[in-house]
């Protein structure tokens, strides 16, 4: 299996930051890789596919970037909406597998 | 707009079997495309891919499951279901149904029912 690793697991952030979420896999996974965002009793939210495409709706303040086994997800202006779990995931190969998970919390 | 919604019971005994069925609607699981998934999370914990099933009947499943897992499709209910064999308290945890595109990753989810494991 290939094994994702997030970091850091809790980040503390104030409004208005620029916050970056790295994510490692085990080997390369080349652009499969997936970002989500939980909030506390919600399902996860797509936001980001093939490493750094946007989904449709989210806003444009979050982006990524990498490729091979090096990811990373970056909101340039964090707002009171963002404060949530981020969650990476690997779709390279038939057997999926997440990151550990990063919870953004008010500084 | 595909939704999804997982139903059965939220209380299961150990050694007993856990069944879930996800309903989608919006869409058609015969379209073909996507992979219909099952994804848990432990209480307060990260996300676990339990499996996925192809309009077809294949399947892939979790390694660390495989041995107890068991995912099926009703195509003419359009419905998928998970069943999970011999369950103890570590299978308590929030289960999802997911629509997994293998270009998108998991585009549409589940609200997620919550599967306790007590006697």
């Known amino acids: 299996d290939i094994q994702m690793t997030q970091s850091p697991s809790t980040l503390s952030a104030s409004v208005g930051d620029r916050v970056t979420i790295t994510c490692r896999a085990s080997?390369?996974?080349?652009?499969?890789l997936a970002w989500y965002q939980q909030k506390p009793g919600k399902a996860p939210k797509l936001l980001i596919y093939?490493?750094?495409s946007l989904e449709s709706g989210v806003p444009s303040r979050f982006s990524g970037s990498g490729s091979g086994t090096e990811f990373t997800l970056t909101i340039s202006s964090l707002q009171p909406d963002d404060f949530a779990t981020y969650y990476c995931q690997q779709y390279n190969s038939y057997s999926l597998t997440f990151g550990g998970g990063t919870k953004v919390e008010i500084k | 707009q595909v939704q999804l919604q997982e139903s059965g019971p939220g209380l299961v005994k150990p050694s007993q079997t856990l069944s879930l069925t996800c309903t989608v609607s919006?869409?058609?699981?015969?379209?073909?495309?996507?992979?219909w998934s099952w994804i848990r999370q432990h209480p307060g914990k990260g996300l676990e891919w339990i499996g996925y099933i192809y309009y077809s009947g294949s399947t892939y499943y979790n390694p660390s499951l495989k041995s107890r897992v068991t995912i099926s499709v009703d195509t003419s209910k359009n419905q998928f279901s998970l069943k999970l064999s011999s369950v103890t308290a570590a299978d308590t945890a929030v289960y999802y149904c997911?629509?997994?595109?293998?270009?998108?990753?998991?585009?549409?989810w589940g609200q997620g029912t919550l599967v306790t494991v007590s006697s």
């Open positions: 080997q390369s996974i080349s652009s499969w």
């Open positions: 093939k490493a750094s």
């Open positions: 997911a629509r997994e595109s293998r270009y998108r990753g998991f585009d549409y």
């Open positions: 919006g869409g058609s699981i015969s379209s073909g495309g996507y992979y």
